[in-house]
């Protein structure tokens, strides 16, 4: 048991590299090129590129422009939002998973709950003193949505990657803080 312990997260970790590697030989295929692994090189770089060139103004003018266009299809407009709004979560200039919370588990009533706040006024649904909290389920890369009341909700001093890693691996991660 030991050994499968050392080498399941190893094996595990090789083959979904592997496994995304294995996905970019189709911008190879497409491009036609000879080099395995250039398509995924390619892509990487084509990636940073248009983070780079996506922070100037004059790309920006064009990002706001496409999000007007796009604001005028029903259907695609849900889909590039919620996903343009999931990456912000993320990555974004508007990061929204950055302030970790504790708060009472839904369904357990002497339980907490480890959740992020994702918007700290409601006012706008007549909830002038509840915040948004989102709270991610372990092994999984969803979760749910609460609202509670501001005085229910406890900030934690961990980072957000140390709460986000500890929930998503199920409480058993260790905080790497002052290591």
């Known amino acids: 048991m030991r050994g499968l312990a050392f080498v399941a997260p190893i094996a595990i970790t090789v083959y979904v590299c592997y496994r ?19 398509g995924f090189a390619l892509t990487v770089v084509v990636i940073t590129l248009v983070g780079f060139l996506g922070s100037t ?10 999000d007007s266009l796009i604001d005028r299809l029903p259907f695609v407009r849900l889909l590039y939002s919620s996903t343009k709004d ?5 990555v974004g200039e508007k990061r929204r998973f950055d302030t970790p919370v504790l708060v009472p588990a839904p369904d357990a009533p002497n339980a907490k709950a480890v959740g992020f706040v994702t918007q700290e006024s409601l ?40 709460a986000m890693a500890f929930v998503v691996s199920g409480g058993v991660t260790e905080s790497t803080r002052g290591a």
């Open 57 to 66: 103004l004059l790309a920006r003018g064009l990002i706001t422009a496409l």
């Open 86 to 90: 999931l990456l912000n979560a993320f």
């Open 123 to 162: 006012t706008r649904f007549g909830l002038t003193d509840h915040v948004a909290v989102y709270l991610p389920f372990s092994y999984s890369l969803s979760g749910r949505l609460y609202i509670y009341p501001a005085s229910e909700v406890v900030r934690l001093t961990a980072t957000s990657a140390e």
């Open 20 to 38: 995304i590697f294995d996905a970019f030989t189709i911008v190879d295929q497409f491009l036609r090129l000879s080099v395995p692994g250039l």
